[in-house]
């Protein structure tokens, strides 16, 4: 089964991907890593959620924002090389913008981990960072970039 197949089998539609908000493209491939940038919870061409995790924002709420931020970022890489040429996610990294005294981050950043798992199996095993920070562009509460290794095309 293809990448894309799965995402149509577990009832996942990729967005558009949302336009740069600064001097930036949404994906960069070198060799056969593609390195996208930093995606946020964009739906719809708007932002889903502003706030600081542990305060104005619950961590399950930032955990669903993560899950968008992913698929904003799988929608960069399929738009740059294809999805179905993704051989696996590398690295995730997500920022999580932090109340004073929250310290959940990584169960925030496992809503895009989880759904990197269900859409590629074994091959969406990463390695990752998540961490907290004071402040996210736009006020955002979560932030997710990924790295992934792409094969040849068909």
Same mark, same amino acid.
């Given at each position: 089964?293809?990448?894309?197949?799965?995402?149509?089998?577990? *009832?996942? @539609?990729?967005?558009?991907?949302? =336009?740069? +908000?600064? !001097?930036?493209?949404?994906?960069?491939?070198?060799?056969?890593? #593609?390195?996208?940038?930093?995606?946020?919870?964009?739906?719809?061409?708007?932002?889903?959620?502003?706030?600081?995790? *542990?305060? @104005?924002?619950?961590?399950?709420? =930032?955990? +669903?924002? !993560?899950?968008?931020?992913a698929l904003n970022a799988?929608?960069? #890489?399929?738009?740059?090389?294809?999805?179905?040429?993704?051989?696996?996610?590398v690295k995730v990294v997500g920022f999580v913008a932090s109340a004073e005294g929250f310290t959940g981050q990584p169960a925030v950043v496992n809503g895009a981990s989880e759904l990197l798992g269900e859409v590629f199996g074994d091959a969406g095993k990463h390695a990752r960072s998540a961490v907290g920070v004071a402040e996210l562009p736009l006020g955002v509460p979560v932030e997710v970039e990924l790295t992934v290794e792409v094969g040849e095309s068909a």
């Open positions: 089964m293809t990448w894309t197949g799965r995402l149509a089998e577990l *009832g996942v @539609e990729l967005p558009s991907v949302p =336009a740069p +908000a600064g !001097a930036y493209v949404p994906a960069v491939q070198s060799g056969n890593l #593609v390195f996208t940038a930093g995606q946020v919870p964009f739906v719809d061409g708007k932002i889903a959620a502003t706030g600081k995790v *542990g305060r @104005e924002i619950s961590p399950e709420e =930032a955990k +669903a924002h !993560a899950r968008t931020c799988l929608a960069a #890489v399929d738009a740059l090389v294809g999805l179905d040429r993704v051989v696996r996610v």
